[in-house]
Nanobody, 120 residues
Framework: QVQLVESGGGSVQAGGSLRLSCAASGRTFSSYTMGWYRQAPGKQRELVADITVSGSTRYADSVKGRFTISRDNANNTVYLQMNSLKPEDTAVYYC??????????????WGQGTQVTVSS
């Protein structure tokens, strides 16, 4: 079974930083694209960032230049470094794993989510 456990969420003032971590279990972690999604109240779930097996990344336009996704395959961990946080970044953030090496379709596995609240 695949388990994804997020940590690092919390409350921060606008302009501050947080780093989210996701500890993943399950075989061949390094064989899958990992990602971060978020959902804010009244909004659709959206992709924040993901990172492929080869290290290719993509980001939502709203977070480009502020957020950085990375992975440590040796420790089965994916990170989301969030800088220059804005109130509109407030959401529940989910760690995800796709079913395949490429980010095709929706992620197959989801963590429970961690709340990020940014105050002005």
């Amino acid at each position: 079974q695949v388990q994804l456990v997020e940590s690092g969420g919390g409350s921060v003032q606008a302009g501050g930083s947080l780093r989210l971590s996701c500890a993943a279990s399950g075989r061949t972690f390094s064989s899958y694209t990992m990602g971060w999604y978020r959902q804010a109240p009244g909004k659709q779930r959206e992709l924040v960032a993901d990172i492929t097996v080869s290290g290719s990344t993509r980001y939502a336009d709203s977070v480009k230049g502020r957020f950085t996704i990375s992975r440590d395959n040796a420790n089965n961990t994916v990170y989301l470094q969030m800088n220059s946080l804005k109130p509109e970044d407030t959401a529940v953030y989910y760690c995800t794993r796709y079913a395949r090496a490429i980010p095709q379709g929706s992620p197959a596995y989801w963590g429970q989510g961690t709340q990020v609240t940014v105050s002005s």
